[in-house]
DNA sequence: AACCGAGTCAACCGCGCAACT
DNA sequence: AAGTTGCGCGGTTGACTCGGT
């Protein structure tokens, strides 16, 4: 019963990482990769080490795409930004640096960004001014409750975005190259720019619903110059099929909800014919799917989805400098009434979402500036 | 020069969860 | 179903460095 006996307990060396016992874990991993147990790794690559040990000494220190270092300005606010909506799920912050380590962050946070808020007068847990003469500095009167739940939206969808990330390395690794052609099934999305399979987990669809929408309610979070933003639109007519189906009237509205969700699985059933087509396609880093525009109309058109009008085709074909608010303000053109009866469009959220977007940067001005006279750097 | 305290960061530890049998 | 193991994560430790006295 169980698995094989875990490793002897032989003396095992702990401490500092000598070069040689680096040289030999580089040389090994270099070799055979580490895919498969770290467990064993140890006595394959001749090392006195466990394998937690090996795995901590790869991920933190021997692995090629590390960025050492002073962190930029803008790693800065990233990790400041991720923390307030994360706090110390650092794996999940790491997603959003990439080349730098989970350690690093976290050791980062811990000797220089938590003394800096904290000098500041900002709590580095709540991320919220811990007095009220700086609050009114700051000049903003905040709703804690609102904020609170913009946070969970955020949260939860950063999260499951990290977890994509990982799925995804993990897939790429474990999936060779040329063999797509032949193997696709209902969960595996060919990418022609690699040649990987990618793997559309099942959390892909209502992450993206939280995307649309999160992005929604807030106007974007490009505003922000959010780097957990991930509803862009990029400048070659490709469009991020993965947003389809959900807009940002999704919240707050049952029956636009079911609509939505109905609206989804059409255009989900146009993407795989898309995929089978073999039309040009291509993943981001978060796992869209990006499809050329001209594509998705030939293939729309051809495949003649049912229940898919020319103005759904519009809604998602937006191409060009669109962004979120352009985004937003063609979508509402093309819906009916009742979409535009909906609690964003006459401006609920917008306000809220101004305000919080005044309170971020408000703390990330009040931190910039802070490093140009902070001691500390 | 010696001591001391603060800061930094690599590495360890313990836990939870998922995978495995 | 239940016991066991491996892995990943977050918290913590301790060795080392550096500046001040």
Redesign the pocket.
Known sequence: ???????EKVA??????TPEE?QKLLAYIEQHG?I??????PAKAGLQ?????C???W???LRPDIK?GKFSLQEEQTIIQLHAL??????????HLPKR????I???W???LK?RLTKMGIDPVTHKPKTNALGSAIGQTRDAANLSHMAQWESTRIEAE?RLV?ESK?LLVTNPPSQYHHQLSGGQIPNKATGFVASRPQCLEVLKAWQGAVSGMFGIARDLESPTSTLNFPENNMLAISNLGFNENFVGNNSLQASCFEKSNQIQGLKEKIILDDHEMTTDQGGAIWFQESSFRTSAHENNIEGLSEDDVMLVCESGDGGGHHHQQQSSSSMDGEDQNSDINNGAYNVNFEDNKNYWNSILNLFNASATWSP?F
């Open positions: 019963m169980g698995r094989s006996p875990c490793c095992l060396k702990k401490g500092p990482w680096d580490h498969g147990s770290w467990r064993a790794l080490r466990c394998g937690k040990s795995r901590l000494r991920i933190n220190y050492r994360l706090g110390n799920r650092w794996s999940a912050i790491t997603t380590t989970d350690n690093e976290k050791n980062y811990n000797t220089h003394k990290a990982r993990v500390v």
